[in-house]
């Protein structure tokens, strides 16, 4: 297995597991019995959105997904955004316990706090080193999105 | 003494929905009546080209406008500078429903874009048709707008009248029946550059194809063929770093130009990196489906795209700490 990695932003240390595999839109994954991968956000991604405050869902447990469809919205203390399967296949279940309290995705991110799970290939999932790679070659145009984004609401 | 009159010009909604053909109406005939004001309708801006007689007459006025239209302000008010009826953003005061008080007054100066050029001594004032359904509220902001222009121009004292007297053309403005003002104009598509935002990094015209984007002589980026543009692509509108292209058609509010891009106004909207966060291969699979449609390959993200991959930060590197700071101080 893996060794854990770090990705340092700015200050702010973001663990990376080295257990599981990882998505480029921010969500780590692990494989379940029978080719289910059960899907929740990385702490880069929680690092940008901070507490989270209202978790919604515009497909039923049960739907097939396309890769990147958007499947949900999320509106936490310092954002908002849409949000995208992470993978082709059909979508099984939806962590329920989140859409009356989401706090566990802030306190524990990579257990209790895992959003929903597809059936569906994983193979292009990324590891761990994959994923701090594309963090990396990332930053910099993440920023300037931030920026941007902070910015305009200037 | 058309000069120390308001211009106001109504641009129409596409199409012919009643709802919004009745607001448009309410509006002229009321403003109509109004002393000091010059109501003129046209069709909508965005589909006139430079040969409708509506842009003729917007050429001509000289001084302070008012332009209402069915699109966002930021959209209106660049449209009109690309087509060469320029001046200064004006303020306008129409608060819509959901709007918090502060927000709007700081965000067209403090930007680095490259701003406009040759840009005259007076206001453009754009409001937005789908704000209200209540033609009050624009006959009480244009009325507003006409005082507070009349006290600028009494504030600038009586040389820079004759200035202006001695700068308009002759008979410009007067000499077109509303009918030709009205000549009905076909559905265009093009992306309309927010000069305010626009840093000319030049990504735009390395990642269309279509040849849509060009320089002008002093070596800034300009919609130069618009209408080579493909019809509902709102690809480099995506690619721009800086969200300055926009297509005031276009469902998304974020590139139909809304002053905002997060849904509250007040929080970052993050949807870019969790996903839509793949806005490039978004734009490149838009690009790719107008390039098949012209019967050429398509190119994917091998074309147009490397210089943002391989981005380096421009001037002194960014603070990592310092954006995380910001990120935190947006704390409401």
Known sequence: MADDLVFLMGKT????????RYARNHLWATLQPEGVWRFGFTSYAIRLMKDVYFLSWSIDAG????????????????????????????LTR?????????????TDGYGAGWLFEIQGDGSALMDVAGYHAFLTANWDNTQRILKGKINSHE | MSRTKLTVVLSQAQGKNPAKRALEESITAALLLENGIDVSIVPSLYDMDANHTGRLYLEGVRGDMVVLSWM????????????????????????KPTDEDDEETAEPEQSKGIGAVNVPDRKIYCLDLRDHSDHRVYLDEVKRIAAECAAA????????????????????????????????????????IDYSRCTNCMECLDFCLFGV???????????????????????????????????????????????VAGPSGLKIDLTKLFGGGDALALA??????????????AVGLSVGIPKRQASKPQGPKDDLDKLMDELDALEI
Not at chain 2, 160 to 176: D, H, R, V, W
Not at chain 2, 233 to 257: D, L, Q, W
Not at chain 2, 284 to 296: F, H, I, P, Q, Y
Request: aromatic share 6%; glycine share 8%.
């Open chain 2, 284 to 297: 490149a699979a838009e690009r790719d489906t107008e390039l098949v449609k012209d019967g050429r390959a």
């Open chain 1, 13 to 20: 240390e973001a663990r990376l597991p080295g257990d599981r």
């Open chain 2, 153 to 192: 121009r009494a504030s600038k004292g009586p040389l820079l009248q004759l200035g202006l007297m001695s700068a308009e053309p002759p008979a410009s403005a007067k000499t077109f029946r509303p009918e030709e003002l009205l000549a009905p104009t076909g559905r265009r598509w093009y992306p309309v």
């Open chain 1, 63 to 90: 739907d097939v997904v396309q890769l990147m469809q958007e499947i949900g919205h999320i509106e936490t203390s310092k954002a908002e955004s849409d949000l995208f399967a992470p993978l082709a296949g059909v």
């Open chain 2, 72 to 95: 966002y302000p930021r959209a209106t008010f660049w449209m009109l500078d690309r087509a060469g009826i320029k001046g200064h953003y004006g303020e306008n005061q129409i608060a």
């Open chain 2, 213 to 259: 984007y060009g320089v002008d002589s002093l070596d800034r980026i300009v919609v130069e063929n618009q209408d080579s543009c493909k019809k509902g692509c709102p690809a480099c509108s995506r690619v721009c770093p800086e969200h300055a292209i926009m297509f005031p058609e276009h469902k998304t509010p974020a590139i139909a130009g809304a002053p």
């Open chain 1, 94 to 106: 939806f962590n329920e316990a989140l859409l009356h309290d989401p706090t566990p995705i802030n």
